[in-house]
């Protein structure tokens, strides 16, 4: 026997076995089944040679865990931790550990997906109403939805329902000169291609201005709390409706917007135990009165009941959210962040209403001791606000040095003045430091000192009155809650999530575990560039690594979903063409079988979309794409194109629908949903696309945490780089897309780790692997399901589309039927109806091993069976497993009339008699939700009546 080297023993390239699901004998199986003996050789079947990469990914050898944590240990280490009290709408807050450990740090939560499939997301469902109840409550509003990218972002996505919803023929939209810069950058952004003229003034400016709505802080950035009652009802006078950007701290102790008029809130729920991570990810919100809830962005969860009569969550108006109007739309979907707003929502159960208005109270107080000390030195001081403070006649000078030797950070105005936003984390000791660097002192912690909250502001609503807010405050109780909610889901912690173009692959624990160090988690966003010198080489490093994967020159990493990536990426060909002095190219052509989110961004830079064919194989109708190049010519802008294909096919002409575009002065716009299918094998910069976003939370491993965290960034070529999106207080033709510079800094570190684990060899050898799973699954199932689209030598990308619609007409079973006789066997269903009705699109990733996928093959194997027993007379078509799916342990325990046994209805393998899991409720009835649309939290005897 040869004994190892050295080398080998060392096994740099461990982690790579670790990420990839089959190990080489797995691998080699699956091969003899395609017909290929290596990979390479399947690679070339598989990808076309005019795209195909000839030299591999400059990038370092990939490392073992423990020397890729002790590199970027090095460089969080070169961050510097202050006390912030900057504000600006980020706070310093305590995330409870119970929270920390059970939610953030808990794959149960943190590996989900979008509650699209009902039934196995009954947990996550309910974590999501306890967060829209808590922003309905606390803002005085009827209805809420499941959370936004970030404050910014929610207030333009307010403005624009306010576009949308007024009675005002006005095209004009009023700004307080007295919201936080950042939300003016991102509104402005935003407003520019709709056409929507922003008038920026003082607060009282509004009541005569001649605008379809008006948008405030409340309380101020300046931390004023000021009374909107008057200037709201001029604004209401003439249909225009009044937007409130709402701190939810403060809303627990001043009076809610809804109670003074307001017709929509938004804000950022960050301070409720989220980290300032230098910017995100934050769960923003958006509540508003009940008549707008139809035309609300994003996400609303709201309430049904299921087969058996039971109260069970869905997705509510899922027409609405799935296709977002398309070229119509004035959203976008990909606007949650609902990892972030579930630990939101649980910081609130935790503490409940006592809790919380407890937390405002003491900050507030602590506010009022320094502002009474600060005063009795001399120094001017705000008169009315919740937590924050601005001083004006102090010596800034000598102030930003005592600061910084202190280890603190202040606002500075630029005009003398100073501000100081207190929070949840400031104690005794951080209101004598600060008191301190005036030269002040703070006399009695414990006098009797008078609030500074105006008596017309002080909070008479009622909030939070739900049992479940006022229930879960030891740690046992809220433990034992967020189990019993994840015990009701699917997550990556169980099985495989088979969906088609959302990549569901390992999010490994050495990749997560940088996120919860306070060297990166601790960092205001806006805190001096000296203390982020280790964000600034992650940030550096991880865009050079993407510009190398992708074959573009540069890349930014300020959008915080893939549609803002979409929607930045869009904007830069804009500007572009303007530049050029081009501001009639206003066309956007794109394929018919788009993700819905390409249309909608295209709609948001102003654009026109003309929708081009799909021929009979599923690509993209090149004729047709030439002849509206050349119709179109003079006004041609882009094209936006998946890669490989929403069909899950590499298809042949890519370079030259690249050709056609630019020879007609167009800009190619590859989507990146798809790029786990490129890493390592093949470059869209290099092909001649011109622009991309990136998945973050696909190809490169921040997971999804149930509809959000996500990273969007837009990579480009060079001509393309002036016009990325601008950083906070930069110069740059593109203004801000997300509230943060670097959008949501804080998970950049999972997808840097991911990189540096697998290195240039894993990278490609994880693609490779991508593409065999999936076409192992669809070999393995061809005799029993058709694959509805193919490539070159029959083969598929990273995904295959099932096609089960002629089952319909043969059994009367549909998609939807098998999706949820899945559940029966402990999966969640691939991507249902997209982008062809009635098929199911799989996407296995190169992280499931071959049992997983096996394991799913026979769950479809067995469900077609069961199909063919319609088909053959052996079970009716009105009372079969596949209608009556998914089955819940009540079910089996009550009276049974069905022409099936209870064994086939929940063992139908014998390996789920080993490990099974259970629907919480049966099959969900879509059509009752949304004719009884309920989305707060249930009462009691929704349950106790059952």
């Known amino acids: 026997m040869t004994q190892p080297t050295l080398r080998e023993l060392e096994n740099q390239g461990a982690f790579i076995d670790r990420h990839i699901g089959p190990n080489d004998q797995e691998i080699g199986q699956m091969l003899e089944t395609l017909g290929f003996s290596t990979l390479e050789?399947?690679?070339?079947?598989?990808?076309?040679?005019?795209?195909?990469?000839?030299?591999?990914?400059?990038?370092?050898?990939?490392?073992?865990?423990?020397?890729?944590?002790?590199k970027i240990r090095t460089v969080a280490d070169r961050n510097k931790v202050y006390r912030s009290f900057i504000g600006q709408g980020y706070y310093g807050t305590h995330t409870p550990n119970v929270i920390l450990r059970n939610v953030l740090e808990n794959p149960a939560w943190y590996t989900a997906y979008t509650p699209y499939q009902a039934e196995i997301s009954q947990g996550r469902l309910e974590a999501l109403i306890n967060f829209q109840t808590m922003c309905a409550d606390l803002t005085g509003m009827e209805i809420a939805n499941a959370s936004l990218l970030d404050e910014g972002t929610a207030a333009a996505e307010a403005m624009t329902l306010a576009a949308r919803s007024s009675k005002s023929k006005s095209e004009r939209f009023f700004v307080s000169r007295n919201l936080h810069p950042q939300t003016i950058e991102v509104i402005r952004t935003r407003a520019e291609p709709l056409h929507i003229e922003l008038i920026i003034g003082d607060d009282a400016d509004a009541a005569t201005a001649d605008v379809f709505g008006a948008i405030f802080q409340y309380p101020d950035t300046n931390g004023v709390i000021n009374d909107y009652r008057a200037v709201t009802e001029a604004l209401h006078a003439k249909g225009a409706l009044v937007i409130a950007a709402v701190d939810l701290l403060a809303l627990t102790v001043i009076e809610a917007p809804g109670a003074w008029g307001a017709d929509i809130a938004v804000g950022n729920t960050q301070r409720f135990g989220v980290p300032f991570g230098f910017g995100g990810p934050h769960a923003g919100f958006m509540a508003c009165r009940d008549a707008y809830k139809r035309s609300m962005p994003g996400r609303l969860i709201g309430a049904s009941i299921d087969a058996e009569g039971k109260p069970a969550y869905r997705l509510t108006l899922?027409?609405?959210?799935?296709?977002?109007?398309?070229?119509?739309?004035?959203?976008?979907?990909?606007?949650?962040?609902?990892?972030?707003?579930?630990?939101?929502?649980?910081?609130?159960?935790?503490?409940?209403?006592?809790?919380?208005?407890?937390?405002?109270?003491?900050?507030?107080?602590?506010?009022?001791?320094?502002?009474?000390?600060?005063?009795?030195?001399?120094?001017?001081?705000?008169?009315?606000?919740?937590?924050?403070?601005?001083?004006?006649?102090?010596?800034?000078?000598?102030?930003?040095?005592?600061?910084?030797?202190?280890g603190i950070n202040l606002r500075h105005f630029g005009d003398g003045r100073i501000g100081i936003a207190l929070d949840e984390t400031a104690n005794r000791t951080d209101i004598e430091a600060l008191a301190a660097l005036?030269?002040?002192?703070?006399?009695?912690?414990?006098?009797?000192?008078?609030?500074?909250?105006?008596?017309?502001?002080?909070?008479?609503?009622?909030?939070?009155?739900?049992?479940?807010?006022?229930?879960?405050?030891?740690?046992?109780?809220?433990?034992?809650?967020?189990?019993?909610?994840?015990?009701?889901?699917?997550?990556?912690?169980?099985?495989?999530?088979?969906?088609?173009?959302?990549?569901?692959?390992?999010?490994?624990?050495?990749?997560?575990?940088?996120?919860?160090?306070?060297?990166?988690?601790?960092?205001?966003?806006?805190?001096?560039?000296?203390?982020?010198?280790?964000?600034?080489?992650?940030?550096?490093t991880l865009e050079a690594m993407l510009v190398e994967i992708t074959g573009y020159d540069a890349v930014s990493l300020q959008p915080n979903s893939g549609a803002q990536g979409e929607y930045a990426g869009l904007l830069a060909i804009r500007a572009y063409h303007r530049s050029r002095g081009d501001d009639q190219r206003d066309i956007c052509l794109i394929p018919d079988s788009a993700h819905g989110t390409n249309p909608a961004s295209a709609n948001l830079c102003g654009m026109k979309v003309v929708v081009t064919k799909t021929d009979a194989n599923g690509n993209v109708d090149v004729e047709d794409i030439r002849a509206n190049a050349e119709k179109y010519s003079d006004r041609l802008a882009a094209i936006m194109i998946t890669y490989p294909s929403t069909h899950g096919v590499f298809e042949e002409d890519i370079v030259e629908i690249c050709e056609i575009i630019h020879s007609h002065g167009g800009q190619v716009y590859t989507d990146g949903a798809n790029m786990n299918a490129l890493v390592g094998l093949a470059k869209p910069g290099k092909w001649g696309s011109d622009v991309s976003h990136l998945n973050l939370h696909k190809t490169f491993c921040i997971p999804h945490g149930g509809g959000g965290p996500g990273v969007g960034p837009c990579a480009v070529?060079?001509?393309?780089?002036?016009?990325?999106?601008?950083?906070?207080?930069?110069?740059?033709?593109?203004?801000?897309?997300?509230?943060?510079?670097?959008?949501?800094?804080?998970?950049l570190?999972?997808?840097?780790?991911?990189?540096?684990?697998?290195?240039s060899e894993g990278l490609r050898r994880a693609t490779q692997v991508a593409l065999l799973n999936a076409n192992y699954i669809a070999k393995r199932l061809a005799p029993h399901y058709k694959t509805l689209y193919t490539g070159r030598n029959g083969l598929v990308a990273h995904e295959c589309i099932l096609d089960l619609r002629a089952l319909k007409d043969s059994s009367g079973v549909q998609a939807e039927d098998v999706a949820k006789r899945l559940i029966d066997f402990g999966f969640h269903a691939p991507t249902l109806s997209f982008p062809v009705a009635?098929?199911?699109?799989?996407?296995?990733?190169?992280?499931?091993?071959?049992?997983?996928?096996?394991?799913?093959?026979?769950?479809?194997?067995?469900?077609?069976?069961?199909?063919?027993?319609?088909?053959?007379?052996?079970?009716?078509?009105?009372?079969?497993?596949?209608?009556?799916?998914?089955?819940?342990?009540?079910?089996?325990?009550?009276?049974?009339?069905?022409?099936?046994?209870?064994?086939?209805?929940?063992?139908?393998?014998?390996?789920?008699?080993?490990?099974?899991?259970?629907?919480?409720?049966?099959?969900?009835?879509?059509?009752?939700?949304?004719?009884?649309?309920?989305?707060?939290?249930?009462?009691?005897?929704a349950y106790t009546d059952q």
């Open 717 to 747: 070529k060079s001509h393309l780089a002036p016009f990325l999106p601008r950083t906070f207080d930069s110069e740059g033709t593109v203004g801000m897309v997300s509230s943060a510079s670097f959008g949501s800094a804080s998970i």
């Open 438 to 540: 005036f030269g002040a002192q703070v006399a009695d912690f414990d006098a009797d000192v008078a609030d500074a909250i105006p008596a017309f502001a002080v909070r008479k609503t009622e909030y939070l009155t739900h049992p479940v807010f006022n229930t879960h405050h030891s740690e046992h109780e809220l433990l034992r809650y967020l189990r019993s909610l994840a015990d009701k889901d699917l997550a990556m912690d169980r099985t495989m999530i088979p969906l088609g173009s959302c990549t569901m692959k390992l999010n490994a624990t050495a990749e997560m575990i940088p996120i919860t160090w306070p060297e990166f988690a601790n960092i205001h966003p806006l805190a001096p560039a000296s203390q982020a010198q280790g964000y600034k080489e992650l940030i550096e």
């Open 838 to 941: 009635n098929t199911l699109m799989v996407e296995p990733t190169e992280s499931e091993s071959l049992h997983e996928l096996d394991r799913f093959i026979d769950a479809m194997i067995q469900i077609r069976d069961e199909i063919r027993m319609i088909e053959n007379g052996e079970l009716p078509r009105d009372d079969n497993p596949l209608i009556n799916a998914p089955h819940t342990a009540t079910m089996m325990v009550g009276e049974w009339s069905h022409s099936y046994s209870r064994e086939l209805a929940v063992f139908p393998l014998e390996s789920l008699k080993r490990q099974k899991y259970w629907s919480p409720v049966a099959r969900v009835d879509n059509v009752y939700g949304d004719k009884n649309i309920m989305c707060s939290c249930l009462p009691l005897s």
């Open 318 to 406: 899922q027409t609405r959210e799935q296709h977002i109007r398309r070229e119509k739309a004035t959203s976008n979907i990909c606007t949650a962040q609902v990892l972030l707003a579930v630990m939101a929502a649980m910081y609130a159960v935790y503490h409940g209403p006592d809790g919380l208005r407890r937390i405002a109270q003491r900050t507030h107080r602590y506010a009022v001791l320094l502002a009474t000390a600060l005063r009795a030195k001399g120094l001017q001081v705000t008169d009315s606000y919740f937590d924050t403070i601005v001083v004006a006649g102090a010596d800034e000078s000598a102030l930003r040095s005592a600061a910084d030797q202190a």
């Open 41 to 70: 050789e399947m690679t070339d079947a598989i990808v076309p040679g005019k795209i195909k990469s000839t030299a591999g990914l400059e990038l370092p050898s990939s490392m073992t865990e423990v020397d890729a944590i002790a």
């Open 749 to 759: 570190p999972i997808s840097w780790m991911y990189i540096t684990l697998m290195g």
